[in-house]
């Protein structure tokens, strides 16, 4: 007998499946009385000093719209399917686990591109100046028109870098600053990837490094250096 996965049929749409612990020593936050117990005492503090106030005034209405705010956003700390430790905390998953992209990686590519829109504005109006005969004072004083022509335009930085690059112009003359762009992208990328590597470490050594002997080992080696 073959079995067939059901369906909704008024459904058109996929149902997301529910968060599930897939991380050592994480419970989803819906799921955690802790992150619960956390949710009521945020919510406990505020309500008690509600009650100072007459339920139309200023500081009573500002109070409830803080009430509000602290109902929704742990609403959407559960919904968002994110995972919390003992204390009752959402934490960060930055294995690359693609369930938890929304988490970190979306939010390091974002990162990525405002730094790089940053630094690409300051390169294009340095570049723009750098004939100028007050050189430093175009450096120290902005060239406000000229600096907001630039700021627009450096939103397509990706494009207009991918282009000089073809074209040969990204590094005509500025190999010093290429070699030194590189040093401060490997240090950021660095930075951004090192905790995947070490929390996949410390997962593997959680879960499946450390057998049953070797747990034994460690915990006698370690009642031995005690009773020295």
Request: a positive charge.
């Given at each position: 007998m073959e079995l067939t996965p059901t369906t909704n049929p008024t459904s058109s749409t996929p149902i997301a499946p529910p968060a599930s612990a897939d991380?050592?020593?994480?419970?989803?936050?819906?799921?955690?009385?802790?992150?619960a117990k956390r949710e009521k005492q945020s919510s406990k503090k505020l309500e008690s000093s509600l009650k100072k106030y007459a339920p139309d005034s200023a500081p009573a209405l500002a109070i409830n719209?803080?009430?509000e705010k602290i109902?929704?956003?742990?609403?959407n700390y559960g919904k968002q399917g994110l995972l919390c430790g003992a204390d009752g905390l959402p934490h960060?998953?930055?294995s690359g686990d693609q369930h938890h992209w929304g988490e970190f990686v979306t939010l390091g590519v974002l990162f990525l591109y405002i730094a790089g829109w940053i630094g690409w504005v300051g390169r294009s109006y340095?570049?723009?100046?750098?004939?100028?005969k007050k050189l430093?004072?175009?450096e120290i004083i902005i060239d406000v028109p000229l600096a907001s022509k630039i700021i627009w335009k450096g939103f397509i930085w990706p494009v207009a870098a991918y282009r000089e690059f073809i074209n040969g112009e990204l590094v005509e003359g500025y190999l010093r600053h290429l070699i030194v762009y590189s040093l401060i992208?490997?240090?950021?990328?660095?930075?951004l990837f090192y905790p995947m590597y070490i929390h996949r470490k410390y997962q593997a050594l959680t879960t499946e490094g450390v057998g049953e002997d070797r747990r034994m080992r460690i915990q006698q080696s370690s009642m031995n250096r005690s009773r020295r």
């Open positions: 991380i050592s020593g994480l419970t989803p936050c819906k799921e955690s009385k802790a992150f719209a803080s009430i109902k929704r956003r742990f609403d960060l998953i930055v340095l570049i723009a100046v750098r004939d100028e430093t004072m175009k992208d490997y240090c950021i990328a660095l930075s």
